[in-house]
């Protein structure tokens, strides 16, 4: 046979794999919290494991156990959420350390959950505190008695006696307070030495009318030495003890409470299992397009059907102290703490009312968070798959066509933005604009910088319908 040549000498065809693209950020796993261990998968040395369903959890946990509880209610979601992930913390350890400890041994997750032992403690306020600073959301359950009473609950405050001694004894009568709690005093003399007025200490071994403090949450009891004079005063500031009411003054949007009057409701870890099931990846633009509401996966918490949680018995008026929530005007933080819960409305188990404590609507958060992850992810895949994206017009109109608008269709397809009418075609089209200034207006120094323009995107949330409202007129 003829020897064959190559077909380089006639065509040369180069292929050249773009596969350089940046990690997509979950927002379908849940992080569950917990104290306790499990030999050689949980522990301080590894800090979460998977589950992808309550036979895993099962193999783990007892059904006795709080986690397995917690997890149950999680999975019992209709529409099945895919991933639920314990993560150890130290109960020993400065709670924000061990946050920060899971966060960085794992942050491929996005809804956080606790077990009920931190209902209404210290901790909880700490894990609140974190949230806001982190992209994720954490539901609080809440039990406390304060978020049914919608104004201020005042700081719980006391004439107390100390004994000199180690540890140092508080003696308070009634007091209420659990272990952790954050505890301040003042004096019209002198304190203890050990104890400086106005510094905020925690609650050691609380029995009914006695406790200790500590420096610091699950610390060890202070001694107390030298003299005192005076009368002294203990405050705890707790915000009335509620921690709906301590989020909502702080307008946090990254811990939404969760009010329920039984604690094993988990009424946090039902709403989660049906959120975190809620894929915005998962859509069709042809069918949103058309005009097909459904399109997508966005959703709204409120009138959710939460499997395995009974309704709370209260009246429409604590309902509303609760929730914030006026027939006709919508939330108002005078009128309630912003929080969440689970009602019977016409026969029908429903959550009221699906917001965080900054006022704004769960559902909200999650999709700014998605939006911005997914654009995020979009851009960088582009810069990482281009030889250049020269800083021309087109170089700028490449990244906005390639990078910014995609993730704004999926939005679209997803139903997170709104639509408007074509005129000519009828069909549907996302509402949303984007701006950006000419090249030749950006300063020389930035050019220079190789720093893109500022791109500005607006865009018209889809939101939802919470409330109906309709006038008839009979004729005769």
Request: with cysteine.
């Amino acid at each position: 046979m003829p020897a064959r040549l190559p077909y380089n000498r006639v065509v040369d065809v180069t292929i050249t794999r773009q596969d350089r693209f940046a990690s997509a950020q979950g927002f379908l796993t849940a992080l569950l919290l917990t104290p306790s261990t499990v030999a050689g998968s949980l522990d301080a040395s590894h800090r979460t494991k998977l589950y992808s369903a309550i036979e895993e959890v099962a193999a783990d946990w007892a059904s006795s156990t709080e986690e397995y509880k917690a997890a149950s209610r999680f999975f019992q979601a209709r529409i099945r959420p895919r991933q639920l992930k314990l993560a150890y913390f130290n109960p020993a350890g400065v709670f924000a350390d061990e946050l920060d400890s899971i966060y960085a041994a794992d942050n491929d997750w996005y809804w956080g959950l606790h077990l009920k032992a931190l209902n209404d403690s210290a901790n909880q306020r700490t894990l609140a505190d974190w949230a806001e600073s982190h992209a994720v959301i954490f539901g609080l359950d809440t039990n406390d008695v304060d978020t049914e009473t919608a104004g201020d609950v005042a700081d719980a405050t006391s004439t107390v006696t100390m004994t000199i001694a180690t540890p140092g004894v508080i003696t308070w009568n009634a007091h209420g307070l659990l272990a952790g709690d954050p505890v301040r005093f003042s004096t019209s003399g002198a304190l203890p030495t050990g104890l400086v007025a106005g510094t905020t200490y925690y609650v050691v071994s609380p029995a009914t009318n006695t406790f200790s403090v500590a420096a610091t949450a699950g610390g060890s009891a202070i001694a107390t030495t030298g003299t005192q004079s005076g009368t002294h005063t203990a405050t705890a500031p707790k915000f009335g003890g509620s921690i709906a009411e301590y989020c909502e003054d702080k307008a946090y949007d990254r811990s939404p409470c969760f009010y329920h009057t039984d604690p094993n409701s988990y009424l946090a870890a039902a709403a989660w299992g049906y959120a975190s099931g809620r894929d915005l990846d998962q859509a069709n633009f042809n069918l949103a397009r058309q005009g097909v509401i459904d399109s997508g996966q966005a959703y709204t918490m409120k009138f959710k059907n939460l499997p395995g949680v009974d309704p709370i018995d209260r009246t429409s008026g604590i309902v509303q102290a609760i929730t914030g929530f006026i027939p006709g005007l919508g939330v108002q933080s005078a009128a309630g703490h912003s929080a969440n819960t689970y009602v019977n409305i016409g026969g029908v188990n429903m959550l009221l009312e699906g917001t965080v404590p900054g006022g704004a609507f769960i559902d909200e958060i999650h999709a700014a968070d998605w939006l911005k992850a997914r654009t995020q992810e979009s851009v960088l895949s582009l810069l990482a798959n281009t030889q250049r994206i020269p800083y021309t017009t087109g170089g700028v109109s490449l990244v906005i066509s390639g990078g910014v608008e995609p993730p704004l269709r999926r939005a679209f397809a997803a139903g997170i933005i709104a639509d408007i009418e074509d005129a000519e075609t009828g069909l549907r089209l996302p509402a949303f604009e984007i701006q950006v200034d000419d090249v030749a207006n950006v300063p020389v120094t930035q050019r220079r910088n190789r720093i893109a323009p500022d791109i500005k995107v607006k865009f018209r949330y889809a939101g939802a319908i919470h409330y109906v409202t309709v006038s008839m007129t009979m004729q005769f």
